[in-house]
């Protein structure tokens, strides 16, 4: 792969797109959402592209505080683990980047999952590491509210430590497979943890032998200060919120120093920001398309998210009057990525309504609308510059969108060298640039 | 399916077979047993067969507590329900039993899983559930030591209410997907629980539809007192150890009892006792075979393995003198119904080198040995007489006893009119005769 390649992650939470309500359009999927035979195609389609992977994003809850949210959200979705190993079984090239929290499972099961698709995929599997900060989500771990911030992230950086911890208490070559002299494993080559920290205490070893890449990729995604941290100090990948070329650049300056006070170089960290990008035979036909997608929101639907993004209840105040005083976000336990987003806009002016349908119908990533070869040029100039090492691919409406950007824009980044026409040999870390980890247990 | 039809299920635990150090034959799988293709082949030719599931035991640790696990034994596997997840994207009709264990998961998590497994696989997924009664697995969870017996069991039977409920709690009708007018979903169908309970404090509802089997077929394995009643309370099979037929008998009669205190019939819980099949062209291969495989077994491994069962360090006393007394069941932590097997066993005056191979070499279930008619006939007997629904095959070595088993006695069965020669339409639980349990929420 050659150092001109940049990297492409197609994205979803949402399997109809990542505009709130693509579900009605026309052309997204119905009760295929639940099938295995639609993801299978998007991956199909990504691979033919040569895409580095699919990037899929979780929660462990619905969103249901807010009136709007059980009647026209498409809440309900496969659970991603289990959705990725199945479709490494019929899909041989791409990886997988997976979402999954640290806040609400135990790191042996979570080691031991990704240990274990990281066999079956061939070394195809990434994590990304989410502390899960919905409200939604705690009230079915057993608690009545968030665990704060603070304590979420301390809990992630512990929870990494071990679960690396237990990647490694199999060396590579600890399986000897003996048959006449009896001898499965060398002793010394299985290494218990014993870690017994402030919010763990593991024994180990893993009950699956390291995994093929070592460690899966680590992806973070959640710009907090804290998040940034994380990221420093355990990620390979780092999932960024970044609005503009020369945000990025500011961006990636941040992340090298707070690499650098860990020891580590620039390049061990690869900045994908998400973008959201609409292909059409013009610039025209692509703001018509964004129009019809915008046309299909609901107030009720914006204004919930509006809320939920802001940690307010927004639909008590007048829907065309201004935006009350929000949460501090240094004090704020959700996620204050969103926050600091809601905060911005908020400062511009608009009416609760105004902001609740910006917000709803754009997210939060820029939108990148225009023929394939715009698109190229807007993603070029960004990977150029140095403000990105590849985007975070987050298409409004599957499965069109997803299917016009690899037959129409990954072309046109080939031609122009900056993207891979064959996949190279080797596990999805060999492809993203990334070196093995060594086992911080072999001391020979 | 005709009311003749056994249920049969083909199991492992090591996927070298279940003879403790099958490992070492030279027909076992080497490092194949973390490729998928070495499932996908077991899975295929059981599937020729037209077997009703795969059944895969499994483990929150390794077996390490006495001297000779970690080199002698084959302690690491791959983790079974991404396993099987992958399987199900392969291998289009036959079911899948998983084990997952309700001490160190959490019901939303578990729910999550097996709901999503189940729409991956249209309705193929059962569960077997199991409470983990190893130290070995405890120390890996944050705890010094088991979770005692009574408060295991207390647990899973909460746990599972939590999880129906959460397979329960999008009706099956709930998804709408009106895209006209903006219904996603109807709000009165789906169902927050607002459980809480002893052990859990659940407020839902799952973020995964109902699974196409309503609920994923529910499987319990280990005959403790508390272990028949959770069966009888919760199960739709149970995977018993029975030693004759004459005590299958016995068993049933014993939880039609139980079932009967919770208003269930006897046909609503399927009974299947493990058995260890060994298919030769005669009596006398059929025991080389097996004479063979106990030739590979090491007396430090087999006085380990009786240790663990019999919750007591064996090692220390004289190997050629008697077995020392054994902890009382009613008080033991551990798996009581190893422990009740090893005192049975201890009674017969054997010494500890003896008990320990005996054990070690044929484990807990009847060896049926002999050619596919002999095979055949016992089965026909216990099936017949009533004292099984089906079994669960316990291979000692793997693949070469599962395809044995599969292309020769598997024949003889259907030729018998005792095993479906097709599949039939439908979902695992259709297949096996049980019902499509009503939801819970559903009062119209
Ligand atoms: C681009 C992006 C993607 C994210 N994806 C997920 C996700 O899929 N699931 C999740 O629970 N959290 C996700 N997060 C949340 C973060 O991991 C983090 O928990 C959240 O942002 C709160 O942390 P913060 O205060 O650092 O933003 C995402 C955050 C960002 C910025
Ligand atoms: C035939 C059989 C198979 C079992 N399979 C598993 C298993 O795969 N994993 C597990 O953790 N426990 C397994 N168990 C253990 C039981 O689920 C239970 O936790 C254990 O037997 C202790 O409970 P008991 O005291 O009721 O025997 C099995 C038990 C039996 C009898």
Known sequence: MSRQSMILAGFF????????????????????????????????????????????????????????????????????????????????????????????????????????????????????????????????????????????????????????????????????????????????????????????????PLNVPRPPQGHPVIVQAGSSDAGKELAAAQADLHFAIVRSEQEGLAYRADINDRLAKYGRKAESLKLLPGILPIVASSTSEAQEKQAYLESLMLDEVAVDLLSSWAGTDLSIYPLDGPVPDLPEEASYNGWRTWLAIVRNEANKGLSIRQLARKIANTGSVPLVAGTPRQVADELEHWFVSGAADGFNLMFPLLPEDWENFMTQVVPELQRRGLFRTEYEPGTLRERLGLARPANRFSVR
């Open 13 to 204: 939470f949402n399997p109809q797109g990542d505009h709130r309500l693509s579900w009605r359009h026309p052309r997204a999927p119905r009760h295929e959402f639940l099938d295995l035979d639609y993801y299978r195609r998007l991956a199909s389609i990504a691979e033919g592209a040569k895409l580095d992977a699919i990037f899929i994003a979780d929660h462990l809850g619905i969103w249901d505080t807010y009136g709007s949210g059980l009647t026209h959200y498409a809440n309900p979705r496969l659970e991603p683990l289990s959705l990725v190993s199945a479709l490494s079984a019929v899909v041989k090239d791409i990886g997988f980047l997976v979402t999954a929290s640290t806040s609400y499972t135990e790191p042996f099961n979570t080691a031991r999952m990704f240990a274990s698709i990281d066999h079956i995929s061939k070394g195809r599997v990434g994590w990304n590491v989410v502390t899960s900060a919905l409200e939604e989500e705690a009230v079915n771990f057993g608690r009545d509210s968030n665990i704060d911030h603070a304590t979420r992230y301390e809990r992630a950086n512990e929870f990494l430590d071990v679960v690396k911890s237990l990647w490694d208490s199999w060396e590579d070559d600890a399986l000897v497979i003996d048959r006449s002299s009896g001898v499965f494993a060398t002793r010394d080559h299985v290494h218990a943890l014993n870690h017994h920290g402030k919010h763990f205490k593991v024994k180990g």
